[in-house]
C-alpha cells in the first residue's frame, strides 16, 4: 500500500513559512490569524468546499468548526470574517511539497523502484524529483509595484 502523506503532518516535514507559501493568498489570511496548525486542521476536515463561518454572536461550542479548530479560533475567524463565507483549500500542493522532500531524503537509502511503489509514483516520476533542485510554488505577487525602483 502506498504511503500518502495527511496534511496535518505538514509542520513536521516543512516550516511555518513554507507551509505558508504553499497555501492559496486568499487562504494566507486565515492561516496567520488562527495558526499553521489550525488552519492545516480546517484543510483536513473542509478541504475543497466553502465554509460559512458565523458572526459572533451565532456560535457556540457545538458549532462544526469548533470540533475542528477550537471554539477560541472560531472566535478569531468571526471577528474578523464574521458572517462570509470561505474557500478552504484542498493543500494538495502542500503534500506534493511533502512527498517530495520525503523522497530526497530517502533517495540515497532506497532505490528509486521502491521509493516510486512506497509513494504509488512512477520511476520516472522519482528521477526528476531526486535529479530536481526542490523548489516549492510559492505565492508570489506577479504585481510589480511601480514605485519599487524609483518608479516614475
Known amino acids: 500500500m502506498a504511503y500518502r502523506p495527511h496534511i496535518i503532518d505538514a509542520q ?4 511555518d513559512e513554507e507551509i505558508i507559501c504553499l497555501m492559496p493568498k486568499s ?4 492561516a496567520q490569524l488562527i495558526g499553521i496548525e489550525a488552519a492545516l486542521q480546517l ?5 475543497g468546499t466553502t465554509i460559512f463561518i458565523p458572526s459572533q454572536h451565532g456560535m457556540n461550542i ?3 468548526i469548533t470540533q475542528n479548530i477550537s471554539l477560541k479560533n472560531l472566535k478569531l475567524l468571526a ?9 478552504v483549500p484542498t493543500g494538495i500542493s502542500i503534500t506534493v511539497a511533502m512527498r517530495n522532500r520525503m523522497i530526497r531524503n530517502q533517495a540515497s537509502k532506497e532505490s528509486k523502484a521502491k ?3 512506497k509513494f504509488d509514483v512512477t520511476v520516472r516520476t522519482i528521477r526528476s524529483v531526486v535529479n530536481g533542485e526542490e523548489k516549492l510554488k ?3 505577487d506577479r504585481n510589480l509595484d ?7
Open 12 to 15: 513536521e516535514i516543512l516550516s
Open 27 to 30: 487562504f494566507v489570511f486565515v
Open 43 to 47: 484543510i483536513k476536515a473542509y478541504g
Open 62 to 64: 457545538n458549532h462544526d
Open 79 to 87: 471577528a474578523q470574517l464574521g458572517n462570509t463565507t470561505i474557500e
Open 115 to 117: 521509493l516510486a511503489r
Open 138 to 140: 510559492m505565492n508570489e
Open 146 to 152: 511601480l514605485f519599487e525602483n524609483g518608479g516614475f
